[in-house]
């Protein structure tokens, strides 16, 4: 006795099981579309080098306290995720991995945010080195634009130093690093102008763990902000880590609005830095 036929929708399911069978091998096969460079091959990377990607921006953060309520890699998380969508705007960069350790004060005694446990500092000497290293080393790979993007007020200086003392060493090359200061500037100031515009007071505002920087993290990365305390909470102040704000009233729609200048700014300036070299 004959089989039966298949049936149309037998037949499309076949056809579609068939086509993800032939397709698959062609899908693992395609490199990442990621713009961070440790989600790469070293071949993969070569690639997009040899196609243009020849801007690298390196995510500089930093192990401080932020507080009782703020995770203490509030600044990691930023540089990266800000970073990301930085090199996503441009469309030709790569991001690199984040430097995590900066310098944070003295240890011996402590000072500053070394009071606070988990905060972790370096020297400036350390810090700057291993900044010089990082640059150098993508340049040996082909990278002609190293930004150094610093999430973190205290270490500002030093990457100016950085900045003058390598473009003096790469003088008549084609490589330049930048640190733009419009990335630091559009998440102090700038962030601060648009608060206010908003109704909100200094003394909210802050400077460090107070209104601003609360509701960046919350826009960037929600989980870091133990936000069932915060609500719940009397005001913080200098000796609960909170500088001169008061972080109660944060929100990630707050936030946002300074995530939306810094990259816009950054984007803006990286390109300006780039059409002058």
């Given at each position: 006795?004959p089989?039966p ?11 579609a ?8 091998p062609?899908?693992c ?6 713009v961070?460079?440790q989600d ?14 020849t801007?690298?921006?390196i995510?500089i953060?930093?192990?401080?306290q932020?507080g009782?309520?703020?995770?203490l ?6 540089a ?24 944070e ?6 000072s500053?945010?070394?009071?606070f446990p988990?905060?972790?500092?370096v020297?400036?000497a ?8 990082a ?27 950085v ?12 490589t ?9 500037a ?15 007071r ?8 107070g209104l ?12 870091m902000v133990?936000?069932d305390?915060?609500?719940?909470a009397?005001?913080?102040?200098a ?12 929100t ?10 810094i990259?816009r ?9 780039i059409?002058?070299h």
């Amino acid at each position: 006795m004959p089989k039966p036929s298949l049936t149309r929708r037998s037949c499309r399911q076949l056809l579609a099981f068939t086509l993800l069978l032939l397709l698959a091998p062609l899908a693992c096969a395609q490199p990442p579309r990621t713009v961070l460079l440790q989600d790469l091959t070293w071949t993969e990377l070569r690639d997009r080098i040899q196609s243009g990607s020849t801007t690298i921006i390196i995510p500089i953060g930093g192990t401080e306290q932020s507080g009782p309520y703020v995770a203490l890699g509030k600044h990691n998380a930023r540089a990266a995720w800000l970073s990301q969508k930085i090199a996503e705007g441009l469309g030709n960069a790569l991001v690199a991995p984040v430097i995590a350790y900066v310098p944070e004060g003295s240890y011996a005694p402590p000072s500053g945010h070394m009071r606070f446990p988990g905060t972790i500092t370096v020297p400036d000497a350390a810090f700057e080195q291993v900044l010089e290293a990082a640059a150098n080393s993508f340049a040996v790979h082909g990278f002609r634009h190293i930004v150094l993007l610093g999430d973190h007020g205290g270490y500002q200086k030093d990457l100016q130093r950085v900045v003058a003392h390598l473009n003096k060493r790469w003088a008549g090359s084609a490589t330049r690093v930048f640190a733009p200061p419009e990335y630091y500037a559009a998440s102090s100031s700038g962030y601060d102008k648009i608060l206010r515009r908003q109704g909100f007071r200094d003394d909210e505002i802050g400077t460090h763990a107070g209104l601003a920087d609360t509701s960046l993290q919350l826009a960037v990365a929600p989980q870091m902000v133990r936000v069932d305390r915060l609500h719940g909470a009397g005001k913080p102040d200098a000796a609960d880590g909170v500088y001169g704000g008061d972080p109660r009233r944060a929100t990630a729609a707050l936030g946002q609005l300074g995530v939306d200048l810094i990259v816009r700014q950054t984007i803006q300036a990286i390109r300006k830095d780039i059409r002058e070299h």
